[in-house]
C-alpha cells in the first residue's frame, strides 16, 4: 500500500523537482558555453596587426566544408557588440557556421570605405 504524503511533503517534493530541473538546465547551458566559445584571434595583414573574433560551432567537423560569415561591425562599435546583437551565434550552432567578426581600425573603430569615415590613403588595408 503506498503512503499518501501530507501536501507540505508535497510541496517539498515539487520544489526538489523543480530545483533538479533548474539545475539541470543551468548546467546544460554552461556547458555548451564552455565548449562552444568566441575565441579572440591576431593575424598580421600589409605589416599591421589585426583583431578578430572566431566562432567554430560544436557540431564543425574539420573534415567537411562549412559557410564562413564575416560580420563588419558599425562605426565605433566592436566585435563583442556585432555578437550580441546579430546573433550569428544562434545560427552557427543551428546550420554549422563559422562566424568571423573582425575588429576595425582606429578610435572609434571604423573601416575604410568610400562612405563617412574614409580616411582616402589606407582604403586598401580593409580588403
Known amino acids: 500500500m ?25 548546467l546544460f547551458i554552461k556547458i555548451k558555453a564552455w ?5 579572440n584571434m591576431k593575424l598580421t595583414s600589409s605589416g599591421e596587426y589585426r583583431s578578430y573574433q572566431l566562432y567554430v ?3 564543425y567537423n574539420p573534415k ?3 559557410p564562413l560569415v564575416i560580420s563588419l561591425h558599425g562605426y565605433s562599435s566592436k566585435p563583442s557588440d556585432m555578437i ?3 546573433r550569428w551565434n544562434d545560427l552557427a550552432d543551428e546550420e554549422g557556421l563559422i562566424v568571423v567578426y573582425p575588429l576595425g581600425y582606429g578610435n572609434p573603430t571604423y573601416w575604410h570605405t568610400s562612405g563617412y569615415a574614409y580616411s582616402g590613403r589606407n582604403a586598401q588595408k580593409d580588403v
Open 35 to 39: 565548449t562552444a566559445e568566441t575565441s
Open 2 to 26: 503506498k503512503r499518501k504524503l501530507t501536501l507540505g511533503q508535497q510541496y517539498l517534493r515539487d520544489i526538489a523537482i523543480l530545483l533538479v530541473i533548474a539545475l539541470a538546465i543551468f
Open 64 to 66: 567537411r566544408p562549412a
Open 57 to 59: 560551432p560544436n557540431s
Open 84 to 86: 550580441y546583437s546579430s
